[in-house]
């Protein structure tokens, strides 16, 4: 399987702290990845990495075959949800949808028209009015109607109340169902990517800890405990190993 | 991406063209008598020069306490636009996004963060340019009758003219240099310090300092001074010091060219060198008289270095290239500068 997003020891540093050290991945395209890890473990920087907004201090990053916003093709072929979803608080719906239809050569105006349609909102209402979930699923708009090959998604509901946190979850559902796209997104709570997650990336303390396919993970440690595990137990072990002082030790999944 | 920028600028643009729009008809109407009482006053046409002071003092007279206002709003509003487009337009550019967090959104849409910078700082440039020049065009027509009679003097002593260091940059095509100077500089303030409003006061420091700098010690090299030597008229001393026993000699030199811009002038000895004269009695009394007939004696020269009116034009194209090619230089260092710096 291709991979849509192949790095070797990619390093990003600010002064003299590393925010990401020595990443080496190899992310298999057509995959939902999630990407979790705690506030300030670096999930941000490799997003931001990959999406070309950062360049990397050290190594390479392949995103898509092509190096990260070097052209407008390779930014046609990335969608990105930034954290915080921001929109032009000025500009109306109906604006944004035109900023995307200008800016992107493979604009798709009906899927945009209709997911807004769907959405419920007033093309008229500026995106500064807009609730946080709406804004986040205008980003999530602006995103998708690009066409991209990978959607790339920064703590997208992070700053979302339940309700809409399961419905913008629903609406990703149904895009990646209907298209095919590769999506890695990002969050510091597993039970977010539980449900729409095939693929993990674990990241603590600017480094990965663990990567690969959700089933094979839990697989390997059912066998290895003899007993079934939960991703989010998975996933939580990993995160406490890599906090404990003494480096590796021992992976606990607790009971 | 034009598109983006102009619904983007859209608002600033609509707020600039309404002012230029109030100001265009409050010219428009005030204009006409204006020119009518310039043309019945015979400035155009006076010979010799010594008339044209005269009427230039009667016409000065005839102005309305309007035309007054109007001419120094007219001033005022031409050497704070470029600064304030720098502070309104030009800082913020880049930042408002930065602030705001829109530009991961912007840089991910399908153009290259260096066209996306390049549409920005060119459209709006253009803008800047433009506004400053429609202001300066119909501020220039406006103005011309009371800028051509006080290039030539008058008895109150206030002696203008079009090539001096406060009209100059006021006036024709020069404020489309400094509008686009000033506005580069508010974007290359912006990318580099990332926050509106430092942004906002680095550029006005630094534009308010090229402009005052400007005229003093920078514009006059741009085209050697002429050097002309006249006879010093002790009736022109303004004013004498005694020094270490010689005397130090402040006088207008008698010297009548319109409009030229006097830059220097250098009081010499019959044979060109720097006057040395002994302080006498005379000069230290009451009797100012004896003192200038005293200084008259000596026949002591002046040598006058100055602009002359002809060249108004040759400065106005060379000043107006440099801030351009200036304003062009800081828009692609910031293009440079935004696709490796910031995030």
């Known amino acids: ?255 | 991406m034009t598109w983006l920028t102009w619904r983007q600028s859209r608002a600033q643009t609509i707020a600039a063209g309404a002012a230029l729009a109030v100001l265009a008809i409050v010219l428009a109407v005030t204009g006409p008598n204006l020119a009518h009482l310039y043309d019945s006053s015979g400035i155009a046409t006076c010979h010799p020069f010594a008339t044209c002071h005269t009427l230039a003092d009667t016409f000065g007279n005839k102005l309305s306490k309007l035309d007054i206002v109007l001419y120094c709003i007219g001033l005022g509003v031409l050497l704070l636009a470029p600064g304030l487009i720098g502070v309104f337009w030009g800082a913020p550019l880049v930042t408002r996004e930065i602030e705001a967090r829109t530009f991961p959104l912007a840089w991910n849409q399908g153009v290259t963060r260096t066209r996306w910078m390049a549409v920005k700082v060119g459209l709006v440039g253009l803008l800047a340019m433009a506004t400053a020049g429609l202001l300066s065009l119909m501020v220039t027509w406006w103005s011309s009758p009371i800028d051509t009679s006080l290039s030539l003097g008058t008895t109150s002593g206030i002696n203008l003219t079009r090539l001096g260091p406060t009209l100059f940059d006021s006036r024709d095509i020069t404020p489309i240099g400094y509008a686009a100077v000033a506005f580069a500089a508010g974007v290359t303030a912006g990318v580099l310090i990332r926050r509106t409003v430092p942004a906002m006061a680095a550029t006005l420091a630094a534009f308010a300092a090229v402009q005052v700098a400007w005229p003093i010690w920078i514009r006059q090299h741009l085209i050697a001074p002429v050097h002309t030597v006249v006879a010093l008229n002790p009736a022109n001393v303004y004013q004498v010091k005694g020094v270490n026993n010689s005397l130090i000699i402040s006088a207008v030199p008698d010297f009548t060219q319109p409009g030229a811009w006097v830059l220097s002038s250098q009081i010499v000895d019959q044979s060109g060198h720097a006057a040395h004269v002994a302080a006498p009695q005379v000069c230290f009394g009451s009797n100012f008289q004896a003192c200038h007939a005293y200084i008259g004696r000596l026949h002591l020269r002046q040598v006058v270095a100055y602009e002359p009116a002809s060249r108004f034009w040759d400065f106005q194209w060379s000043e107006t290239a440099i801030f351009l090619a200036l304003a062009l230089a800081l828009g692609g260092f910031c293009t440079w500068w935004i696709r490796r710096h910031i995030t």
């Not at chain 1, 190899?26 to 705690?38: C, F, N, R, T």
């Open chain 1, 1 to 255: 399987m291709a991979a849509v997003i192949e790095t070797r020891g990619l390093g990003k540093r600010y002064g003299s702290r590393w925010a990401l050290a020595d990443c080496t991945l190899s992310i298999p395209s057509g995959q939902v990845v999630g990407l979790v890890g705690p506030n300030g473990a670096g999930k941000t920087t490799l997003l931001h990495l990959a999406t070309g907004l950062l360049a990397p201090t050290t190594g390479t990053i392949e995103v898509a075959g092509g190096q990260p916003a070097i052209s407008a093709a390779q930014l046609a072929r990335v969608g990105f949800v930034a954290q915080d979803t921001p929109a032009y608080a000025g500009l109306s719906i109906a604006d944004h949808l035109r900023l995307g239809a200008h800016l992107n050569p493979g604009w798709d105006a009906r899927l945009a028209r209709d997911r807004i349609r769907k959405l419920g909102l007033d093309r008229g209402q500026k995106a500064g009015k807009l609730s946080g979930g709406q804004r986040a699923q205008l980003a999530l708009t602006l995103a998708v109607a690009k066409r991209p090959e990978l959607l790339i998604l920064d703590e997208p509901i992070a700053s979302l109340d339940p309700l809409a946190r399961r419905e913008f979850l629903q609406s990703l559902a149904d895009f990646i169902a209907e298209h095919q796209v590769s999506v890695v997104m990002s969050s510091h709570l597993v039970s977010d990517l539980e449900r729409v997650c095939d693929y993990v990336i674990v990241l603590v303390a600017s480094r990965v800890q663990v990567a690969g396919q959700v089933g094979d993970l839990l697989a390997a440690h059912h066998k290895l405990t003899g007993r079934p595990v939960s991703l989010e137990d998975l996933v939580l072990a990993y995160m406490s190993r890599a906090a404990a002082p003494g480096g590796e030790t021992e992976l606990e999944v607790p009971r």
